[in-house]
């Protein structure tokens, strides 16, 4: 295990984790004849009402003759927020896998190439875990207690992004990415922001005592 004199180097405290978004689109296709004296199985209540809502059905179903289905079309956020002097990193990948995860702490790890980062984050199988050794020379991991979001801070980050765009539509992934540029812009702009995550309750008060040592 990797270790450096306390007194040689500065530490930067990281809660990071990646986000999912995805951008829907409906696709029409032709509905396939049913054997006579079967029926279409109906949709749940509420989907059934917002599908029948739509401009371009009908009561007695699609007005071209056509069914729809939701097609997805996923991309992820990676982020991190420093609880010690501020600051934060994001990058946008189109997968999640544990290599664009080294990627990511790569871009951390040159945020202050002369920090030792300490990076806190859940059990997820795409992170990369402590010892691991695609891990920049300057990165230690710590790993939460399993279904414990409510200990990283960073999660309160994606609560609020997934509010700003949800009931959206997106034509393109990249259209999507410049509102989530836009959107995540105010934390790598004004520091403060990173900070406001995480109040000051016991997580800012052991970063502080453990910055005295």
């Given at each position: 295990?990797?270790?450096?004199p306390r007194w040689l180097c500065r530490r930067a405290r990281w809660f990071g984790c990646g986000c999912a978004m995805k951008r829907a689109e409906r696709d029409s296709q032709r509905a ?70 080294g990627k990511f702490l790569e871009q951390i790890a040159a945020h202050d190439p002369a920090a030792i980062h300490v990076v806190i984050q859940d059990g997820a199988g795409f992170h990369l ?85």
């Amino acid at each position: 295990m990797r270790s450096w004199p306390r007194w040689l180097c500065r530490r930067a405290r990281w809660f990071g984790c990646g986000c999912a978004m995805k951008r829907a689109e409906r696709d029409s296709q032709r509905a396939e004849p049913l054997p006579e004296g079967q029926r279409r199985r109906a949709l749940a209540s509420p989907l059934r009402a917002a599908y029948r809502a739509s401009p371009d059905v009908g009561a007695a179903g699609s007005a071209d003759g056509r069914s729809h289905q939701q097609k997805y079309e996923w991309d992820y956020s990676y982020g991190a927020v420093e609880v010690t002097r501020a600051g934060s990193v994001f990058c946008f990948q189109s997968t999640v896998n544990q290599e664009a995860s080294g990627k990511f702490l790569e871009q951390i790890a040159a945020h202050d190439p002369a920090a030792i980062h300490v990076v806190i984050q859940d059990g997820a199988g795409f992170h990369l875990p402590e010892n691991d050794p695609r891990l920049p020379a300057n990165v230690r991991v710590i790993t939460l207690p399993a279904y414990s979001p409510e200990l990283n801070p960073v999660e309160k980050l994606w609560d609020h992004l997934k509010d700003a765009i949800c009931n959206r539509v997106f034509a393109t992934v990249e259209e999507l990415r410049e509102v989530l540029a836009g959107w995540l812009e105010k934390f790598w702009s004004d520091a403060i922001r990173a900070l406001s995550l995480i109040g000051r309750g016991w997580l800012l008060a052991s970063v502080n005592a453990g910055a005295k040592c």
